[in-house]
């Protein structure tokens, strides 16, 4: 059979202190109300997934919508937010899934450099969620609708009322207006859901989806384009032999919160494994790490040129040839990849799982996609040769910061030895603003990381450039909060020294960014993009002031 009857346990988290006993505590969350008189054993256990067989579903390549203008002459689009089912794989039953214009990541919307548009996006969501909502978390409580959206254009340089604040929620039934002004360099930015609370469980269900800017300085390139210009949403989730998605929940029924997700299986454009025909040349791929926890460590096998043009913010300064790819929750990798002379061939992405920035510890699944080299289909297959420079930028010299501020990546234990929450410089989102750089100045922002865990640290509205690593001793801080620096700073690898908004800040590291504050007056966010951290309390305000 297709599905293998043998189950495959999903990854033990490694918080090490936390989940000793969730294996034998945690009960299956299934996407299904429960019927009438149904038992809670019913339910698939949370803990076993399905292994299946990889490379049978071809590629999904997300639809492209274009805003158009309206009577009044500006750019539009309406999307709307609803449930669906949708086959995630071959040989599974559709699965329920939440989705923008009935796909799951949703259309990818094309804008261009200098042109506004305006997106409505319509909640068409069922009024029960289905998966299990913790009301112990600030802003999910009993007091607020269990079903809300509110869409973040993560990477957008937009105003605060267009930002998808996490409490700027709507309810099914009503719509959220946004304006993307698009002044900024082309770049691969992404829109997801951002409610407070329960980011992690909206992201589970699929509220995802890719957004591509384009600028006449890229398009002059000649990079690859048009059906060789391939986005690609990675994520990981959980599959019951019925197809259906499943989420863990803590051995406290009336505290569900876990502190990470891992799943069994890949997806990338919403299909476990996938894989892409491709003819004998370059080809662009559009990476985004749409997963709620999972850091990647990818490489292509058998070994095949690669070179990284871009990330977040746009593209590099020059190409960078890589042998594997690094990539966080929310971060982007533009990538190019060289299959000339490789007719007949198979090349598979594989994850190898021992991400040197670990996340959770988790081991990893294998096989992301495959790509199948075949005859070319066109005359011409293009040129093999990537322009020496892309992007031309400068460094920002650390003496034009008019401030540094320390921030301490922190964790809440319990009395039981439980995970209770996830800090920012030890403060909870409710408390005060204390992080308020005036427009137009230079800020470096250095976050300490006394956890065990790497945390992607994603700023609002602004681009950044990373400066910097450093060791510390993280035992001697917890006993008296100093720090104690071990070796030199390592400067930022070629890869991450254009525009960045994420930022992987390993565990026992400091890291430094420096950032122009340039965006709109307003309040914003900054936060972890570990969702199960930002949902509870690793996610601050932060005002621009005029």
Known sequence: MPILSDPVKMPRETRRRFLGALAAASVGVSFTPLASGQSDEALPNILAGVRLEP???????????????????????????????????????????????????????????GRPITVDWLNRLPLRHRLLVDHNIGGAGKDVPEVRSTIHLHGGHVASDSDGYPEDWITPGQQQRTIYPNHQPAAMLWYHDHSMGITRLNAMMGLAGLYILRDPEEKQLGLPSGRFEIPLVVQDRILDA????????????????????????????????????????????????????????????????????????????????????????????????????????????????????????????????????????????????????????????????????????????????????????????????????????????????????????????????????????????????????????????????GWKDTVICPPGQLTRIIVPFMGEPGRYVWHCHMLEHEDNEMMRPFLLRP
Not at 62 to 90: F, N, W
Not at 422 to 448: A, H, Q
Not at 460 to 483: A, C, I, S, W
């Open 55 to 113: 490379f049978v579903d071809p590629l999904p390549v997300p639809e492209v919508i274009q805003p158009r203008p309206d009577q009044s002459g500006v750019a539009y689009c309406r999307v709307t937010i609803a449930e669906m089912r949708r086959k995630l794989h071959r040989d599974l039953p559709p699965t329920v899934l939440w989705g923008f214009n009935e796909s799951s990541p949703g259309p990818v919307i094309e804008a261009e450099q």
């Open 242 to 497: 019925r197809g259906r998605l499943a989420y863990p929940v803590s051995p406290d029924v009336n505290a569900p919160w876990v502190p990470e997700f891992f799943g069994t299986h890949i997806l990338v454009n919403g299909t476990v494994s996938p894989y892409l025909d491709v003819e004998p040349r370059l080809y662009r791929f559009r990476m985004l790490n749409g997963s709620n926890s999972r850091v990647y460590q990818m490489a292509l096998t058998p070994d095949v040129p690669l070179h990284q043009i871009g990330s977040d913010g746009g593209l590099l300064r020059e190409p960078v040839a890589r042998r594997e790819l690094l990539i966080a929750p929310g971060e982007r990798l533009d990538f190019v990849v060289d299959f000339y002379g490789l007719e007949g061939r198979r090349i598979n992405l594989v994850n190898y799982g021992r991400a040197p920035y670990p996340s959770g510890g988790a081991p990893a699944p294998g096989m992301v996609m495959q790509f199948r080299v075949r005859r070319p289909l066109t005359e011409s297959t293009g040129s093999r040769v990537l322009p020496a420079t892309l992007a031309k930028m400068e460094r920002i010299d650390e003496k034009t910061a008019v401030k540094t501020r320390r921030l301490v990546l922190g964790e809440v234990m319990g009395p039981d030895g439980r995970m209770q929450r996830m800090l920012l410089d030890g403060k909870r989102f409710m408390d005060p603003v204390s992080e308020d750089p005036k427009y137009g100045t230079v800020e470096i922002w250095e976050f300490l990381n006394t956890t065990i865990d790497a945390h992607p640290i994603h700023l609002h509205t602004v681009h950044f450039q990373v400066l910097d690593r450093q060791n510390f001793d993280v035992g001697r801080y917890q006993q008296k909060p100093e720090v104690a620096f071990l070796g030199s700073p390592r400067p930022a690898p070629p890869e991450e020294q």
